[in-house]
């Protein structure tokens, strides 16, 4: 177990919270939770199959979508251990040691997925403006090395986080404001200077933000490109092919706005507020992304359907 040194002592471990004033319905609560767990994992390992066994999904937009429910996967698995202690046991506590490795894991699955978002925006620009040569630029090798580049970058950018957690000094054992470790969660309790924290902090929020309105720029590109299309049932051909990714990209970047918000401009509204929103921002994506893309995507949809089909056949 890690031991933080403080000026009033160590601080071996850190206190989640559940949701206040609800501690009597934990057990019920977790019920939810845990099915939200189940179909998330079940959804995204069938999109993973899916496209594996078909050899007509091995595309550069279906590849980017297989890293995208990895990447899902990753951040049910980083925050799913202590959701359900605190939900199924009441086991609120949780090791210095395990909360810097989870914080890591969040927010590198996180940033993982707003890069993903960022480089399937670029996959569908390239598609519309550019369908002759798609294949050609967006070759498996390519998919592959863009992948690798993106999963350095985002465990990188998160890479000193628990680092410069541990050096702080700690002078409480206070409870943190979610049902998981999150960096300016943890930070927020120290009691030495963490002035890095919060600078590098922001600078993490500040890539996101970059990733989005990249994103915001790329959709610019695609609507002028497909004004530019003389058919109008070729234009709606081509928007229809960015719905299920749209929705995806609100899906994960409107809770963590919200979040944004509240947490700056509401900071006197009820901590269960915080907590619900905070869980909407790791449980939404994973959940959702599945369902979006099973639904709006007609090539996963026939081939869910056909196993399903062939199952029970």
Request: with cysteine.
């Amino acid at each position: 177990m890690s031991i933080i040194n403080t000026s009033y002592g160590e601080i071996t471990s850190f206190l989640l919270v559940g949701m206040p004033g609800l501690e009597y319905a934990h057990i019920w609560i977790s019920i939810p939770i845990c099915s939200m767990y189940l179909v998330a994992v079940l959804g995204n390992c069938t999109i993973l199959f899916i496209i594996k066994t078909e050899p007509s999904l091995h595309e550069p937009m279906y590849y980017f979508l297989s890293m995208l429910a990895l990447s899902d996967l990753g951040l049910y698995l980083s925050s799913m251990p202590t959701m359900l202690r605190i939900y199924l046991f009441n086991a609120l506590e949780i090791s210095a040691n395990a909360c810097f490795a989870q914080e890591f894991f969040i927010h590198g699955f996180s940033a993982l997925e707003s890069s993903i978002l960022l480089i399937m925006s670029f996959d569908r620009f390239l598609a519309i403006h550019n369908p002759l040569r798609y294949s050609s630029i967006l070759t498996s090798i390519r998919v592959a090395q863009i992948g690798m580049v993106f999963s350095f970058k985002s465990i990188l950018l998160v890479l000193p986080f628990p680092f410069t957690l541990r050096s702080l000094k700690y002078c409480s054992k206070s409870p943190l404001s979610h049902s998981y470790c999150l960096h300016q969660d943890v930070m927020k309790l120290s009691c030495s200077d963490n002035r890095i924290d919060v600078i590098y902090g922001f600078f993490g929020a500040l890539c996101l933000m970059v990733d989005f309105m990249l994103i915001a720029v790329s959709y610019i590109l695609i609507l002028k490109t497909v004004l530019g299309i003389a058919s109008q049932r070729e234009q709606l051909k081509a928007l229809n092919t960015c719905v299920s990714h749209i929705c995806a990209v609100i899906i994960f970047y409107l809770p963590i706005i919200n979040l944004a918000i509240v947490h700056r401009f509401a900071q006197h509204v009820s901590p269960l507020i915080n907590i619900l929103m905070a869980n909407v921002l790791l449980l939404l994506p994973p959940l959702m992304n599945p369902i979006v893309y099973c639904v709006k995507t007609r090539q996963i949809r026939v081939r869910v359907v056909a196993k399903l089909c062939h199952k029970q056949i």
